[in-house]
Structures are given as C-alpha cells and as structure tokens.
DNA sequence: CCTGGCTATCTTGTATACACAACGGTGATT
DNA sequence: AATCACCGTTGTGTATACAAGATAGCCAGG
C-alpha cells in the first residue's frame, strides 16, 4: 500500500512517521493526554503496524511520548513543573553555547549571527511575531554552531525543538518582541567582544526569562481556570 | 497470595535485548566498527527479529549505533574529539547540577551524600578501584537528584551512562583515586556550605579534567600506534 | 443496588513471510 | 589481463499472522 512515486521510499518509513507524529505532537493535533492506538495510525498514514510501532519506539527514547509495556503509548501530560525544568536545562545550554560560542567563533560565524540577527530586527519592526519565530530559532542555531561543539550542538538543537511549543505560546506576550530583540543585540555585541562570561550570563537570562514568563502564563490560565 | 513477581514481568523484550546490547557495547564486547547482524543478534537472544530491530532503533535514537538506511547497524567509531566534546557538556551539566544542589539540597539528601561519599573514602582505602568506580557513580547520581530537577537529572545520567566506558579507562591512571577522593570532599564541602557558585566550578573542573585526562590517552595511544 | 468474578474483545508484543535494494562474484568483452 | 556488466546471494524494510495480556462489560450472588 506505498503511496505513488512520491517517495523515494529509500529511507525508512518509520523515520518519516516519526517525524510526522512528531508534528502533530508539537502542534498540538495530539494533544497531551491522548491515547496513540497503532492500528490507528496505521491506517491514518496507510501503512502498516510494524513502521509505526518503530516510529513510536523512537519517539519515546526521545521522550516525547510514553509507552507502558502492554498499555500503548500516550501522550504525555508534561506538567508545569517539568516544563520549567526544561527551561532551566535550555538555559544553561545555551549559556554554554554562547561562552565557547564567545571564545571560538569565527569571521564568517561572525557574519552568519549578525545577518540572523538583522532578520530578526526586519520581522521586528514589521511586526510579524509568526516571522520573528522563526527567525529567531535560526539566529539561536547560529550560536550553537559557533561554539563548535557538534555533541552540545546536537543536544540544545533537540532540546529547543522540545520546547517549541511552550515558547510558541509567549509570542503574543507584550511587548516579548522587542525585549527578545534587544536582549539578541545585548548578546551579539558580548560574543563578538569575546566577552565568554557576559555572552553566558545574557543567553541564560534570555532563556530563563521565557521559562518564568511561560511559568506566569501556566499560572494565570490555572487562576482563570479555578475561577470559573 | 500467588508469588507475585519471579519472572520480569515480560516487559517488552525489546527493553531488555535493549540493554544487553548496550552492554556488549559499552563492555567492548561488540567493539566500534562491528556491524550488528540483525538475524545474528536474534539468534544469540533467541528471539526473532522484530524485537532486535525495535532495540536496536531504541539505541540510534539514543546515539549508541549508528543505522544507516539499507546498510544496517554499527556501533559507531567514536572519534576522541567527539568524546572530548561530550566530556564538556558532561562538566557543564555536573556544574549545573553542584549549583542547583547547594542551594536545593535537603537535610535527608546531605546524609545521603555524605554517606555516599564515606562509602567512597573505604573504596580509596582499600585501594580498590573498581568498587570506588560503582560508588563513584552513587555518589554523582546523589549529586543529581539534590538538584531537584528531574529533567536534569535524567539527562546528565543518561550522558554519564553513555561516557561510562571512556571514564572507566582512566581508572588505573596513578593516583586517580586518590585525587577524586580529594576533589569530592571539597565538592561536598561547597554543597553543602550553600556555595552554590563553588560548587558549580569544582565539578566542572573535577570533570573536565577527565575529559583532558581521557584526551591525554588517547593522544598516547596514538603516538603509540604511530610510532610502531 | 452494589460488588465480585468471569469472559469477550481489543490491543499490544512477537514471529514469520515476502519484497526489494545493495554487495560480491563470475563471466564476457576489449 | 583488466574492466564492466549481469546475476545470485544476503540482509534490510514492510506486511501479515499469531499469541498473550489487559480492559471492559455482563452476569450472578449477596
């Protein structure tokens, strides 16, 4: 039951499958709490059990999902509390990143960050938070790969597409824009500088800011909740 | 009133073959290079080849094989570098961890640490280094959970799990023992006089000097090779 | 009416069967 | 003799079939 030729159908299914329950994971289509029946996957993406069952083997290594032996697995209700845990660990990862990213970086990683950055600084005065996102996660990708470290590298990367859509939630806070922006700018001028303790100390302000604001946003929908 | 549990529960199969394989990996039964079999690996279990795959996709996930489409599993040649890599966001996440713990620790988790530490003190006595090696990681791991971040926790046992085979070369190093011993009770001291920010440098210096000491090696080893 | 046990059914976990791609060997051609 | 092409073998990737455990619903008994 292969789609037609639009796959080249050399790799493995079950990546592709990971990844695309991985999107509807993020996005919310399975929100937590769901039950991941694998015949029914199956037939969602008209494959068999066995690609799916290896796609969900993955994705609980990853953490994204549970899976207890002869129970299925489910999405996970990832407290509040763990959230902000992971927000503390990003924050000291990407600490890290920008002290080494401060001491190695080179001419052109130079270039790359400051051009990231400037795109940054046209979504801003456009106004187009979606945009900024975006842009925003290349401007963070930039320095992880100045810190020249591909195992760290690859950790923060994993883990910032974690967070995705807890940070996701913040881009209509007030005003995040632009604080984001000038906190960036505060960011490149240290690492450019070299300044390896100031570059460390900003990102992880930078990050634990969006942990406490994500923490205030949990807190307020619990106050909204409890009142109705 | 029957037994309750004499058998393993028959978790999933795949868990267990899971961890046998990392074990013959990191034990160096199955060295780099090797190329895992996936009919081979079931017949050794005894099992069929749907649960080795599954393992097998488990351990990619994790970083421990590599599994390239077609081609089948390896266990991947770890260059030094990579290693040195992971040694640094292993100093990082040990710095993380002594830095929350002197602020976080608990009366309960300071007995437990110092007790673990104790423990340690009679392995150095007995000047033996593989008991000290297991206390060793008991008492890392107490250092973990007085963080009080279980996301943390996890992900610096899970990288101290995987460095496990590239520490345990050092265990024979002169005076290693005696020099850890040493670094630990200054480590405990900063925990637990609240000195979150000594705390954080001692451990990273106390891992990072692994990392260079495992670099040192590895530089011998080569020399070694070269000059055959 | 509630509770407790039993069974029916559904889902996971494992085994087997099948399809196809990659590697190696052999033979023919230059 | 060397090279290239073709074919067989081997092993991965996927599908299907089968077995075992768990949940839920039902019936019986108190």
Redesign the pocket.
Known sequence: ??SPAEIP??????ERLGELIEERIVTGVYPPGT??????L?DTF??????V??ALIQLASVGLIE???????TVPEVGADRVCEMFEVMAELEAMCGRLAARRITPSEQLALQEAHRACEAARDANTPDIYYQLNEIFHQRIYEASHNGFLVEQATALHRRLRPYRRLQLRVRNRMATSFNEHQAIVDAIIKGDSELASALLRAHVTVQGERFADLVATLRDFKAGT
């Open positions: 039951m292969t159908a050399t790799a493995r299914q079950s039950r991941l029946d694998e015949q029914e199956a008209g494959v068999s059990r066995t690609p069952r290896e899976i207890k032996p002869r129970r299925g697995a």
